[in-house]
């Protein structure tokens, strides 16, 4: 049974920064690419960033030069760093695979405070 469980959001400041994490389990996570969605509220989803099998990754504009997404193959989970958030950043965070029927796990939600 393929599950993906997100973790790693909370309550942040302008400017700060968190590491979120998804734990893949149910399929051979170390063959398929990885990517990181959100949605905003009253928003659709998108893309902002994803992960090759063997590492690679790429970035939407919004995030370039802000969040690095990671993996670890071992362990089967990928990983997004995001370093100098914004109030727009405000969103529910999903992980899924590119290239594997995975579905959506329940995701994390990233939140400013004033």
């Known amino acids: 049974q393929v599950q993906l469980v997100e973790s790693g959001g909370g309550l942040v400041q302008p400017g700060g920064s968190l590491r979120l994490s998804c734990a893949a389990s149910?399929?051979?996570?170390?063959?398929?690419?990885m990517r990181w969605y959100r949605q905003a509220p009253g928003k659709r989803s998108e893309l902002g960033a994803a992960?090759?099998?063997?590492?690679?990754?790429d970035y939407a504009g919004f995030v370039k030069g802000r969040f690095t997404i990671s993996r670890d193959n071992a362990n089967e989970r990928v990983y997004l760093q995001m370093n100098s958030l914004k109030p727009e950043d405000t969103a529910v965070y999903y992980c899924?695979?590119?290239?594997?029927?995975?579905?959506w796990g329940q995701g994390t939600q990233v939140t400013f405070s004033s």
């Open positions: 149910g399929f051979t996570f170390s063959n398929y690419a």
């Open positions: 992960i090759s099998s063997d590492g690679t990754p």
């Open positions: 899924n695979s590119a290239t594997y029927p995975t579905g």
